[in-house]
Nanobody, 121 residues
Framework: QVQLVESGGGLVQAGGSLRLSCAAS????????MGWFRRAPGKEREFVAA????????YYKDSVKGRFTISRDNAKSTVYLQMNSLKPEDTAVYYC??????????????WGQGTQVTVSS
C-alpha cells in the first residue's frame, strides 16, 4: 500500500510563503495523480491542486491560481506545494492524496496524515 507523509506546514504571516512536501513510499507504480486537499475548521475538505504523475499536467482550485504551484520529483517520489502570497483564509490542515485509475475513472485511495498551515493577519 502507498504511504504518504506530509511536511512543511507551520505558522506564517499574511503575504508569506510556505512549501509543503509529500513523500510517497516506493510503491508508486499504480499512482496516476497526486493531489493536495485542505480542511479548515468547521468546513468540508476541498480540493486545492493536483498533478499527474507521468505527464505532469496540473490542476488548481480557482482561488489559489497564481499563488500556489504544485510540482513533483519523480526520483524522490515526492510532490510539493509552493504557497505564496498566503492569506488567512488559506489556514487549514493540508492533506496529500494519491489517486489510481485514469482521467475518466479516478479514485483517491491513499491519504497522508495532514500538516497544519496557519496564516495570521
Amino acid at each position: 500500500q502507498v504511504q504518504l507523509v506530509e511536511s512543511g506546514g507551520g505558522l506564517v504571516q499574511a503575504g508569506g510563503s510556505l512549501r509543503l512536501s509529500c513523500a510517497a513510499s516506493r510503491r508508486t507504480n499504480s499512482i496516476y495523480r497526486m493531489g493536495w486537499f485542505r480542511r479548515a475548521p468547521g468546513k468540508e475538505r476541498e480540493f486545492v491542486a493536483a498533478i499527474n504523475w507521468s505527464d505532469g499536467n496540473t490542476y488548481y482550485k480557482d482561488s489559489v491560481k497564481g499563488r500556489f504551484t504544485i510540482s513533483r520529483d519523480n526520483a524522490k517520489s515526492t510532490v510539493y506545494l509552493q504557497m505564496n502570497s498566503l492569506k488567512p483564509e488559506d489556514t487549514a490542515v493540508y492533506y496529500c492524496a494519491a489517486a489510481r485509475g485514469g482521467p475518466y475513472s479516478l479514485t483517491y485511495d491513499y491519504w497522508g496524515q495532514g500538516t497544519q498551515v496557519t496564516v495570521s493577519s
